[in-house]
């Protein structure tokens, strides 16, 4: 007998794998490990935003991304790709997804150095891009909407570039405006009144002293 079983609620799943547990010497089971639309979904919004965001740059790299360049963005490494691995232990507790299940980024270590355990990439499987490309259209609505369902992983990763560079142009042109208002020419009063602007006693001017009006007062 052969079932098959789509669109439970975690809580189901994981009840349903409790059972098959209890009788696994009847029974042969085999456990869905792929990641699908939900549990995409799910470990997407689980993970702090530095992560989701090293995670979209493997996406944007159409499946990889250079560990160098990621480095430039993030610099150490460490804190985004502890968050993605640790995501994976929190789902299997909570039921999202099964124990066994692969992490979505994985590391790319060089062959012709085995001894030198420095990632040079980080890599998506290109079944595993496209539920990722799904999911983030679905949770953060990356893109045009109305071309959702015609966009290829190729496509969307040219969105995403897109989205970055017009960013940046943003960034850039905010920043002039800054400049722009730093360094505009203070208004010349005296040219544009006709006549010189208030300020106070120069040097060489014969100041009045108080004292000296207040004793021509009291003669």
Known sequence: MKITIEGASPEFERKLLDLLA?????????????????RAARYLRTLPSSARSFLE???????YADAAALRDLFGSLRGPTIALSRAIPRGVKAGWWPEGIAAPVQAVYDPANPSWQR???YSMDKAVLAVFVDALWDVFGYGPGDLREHMDPEQLAEVLVREDAEALRREEKRKAANWADADAPQIDLEARWGRPSATGWADTDDVPRALDI???DDQ
């Open 22 to 38: 209890e009788h696994r010497r009847e029974l042969t089971v085999a456990v869905d490990t792929e990641w699908n639309a939900d």
């Open 119 to 121: 990632a040079i990439g």
């Open 214 to 216: 207040l004793d021509g």
């Open 57 to 63: 740059e493997v996406v944007k790299g159409k499946g």
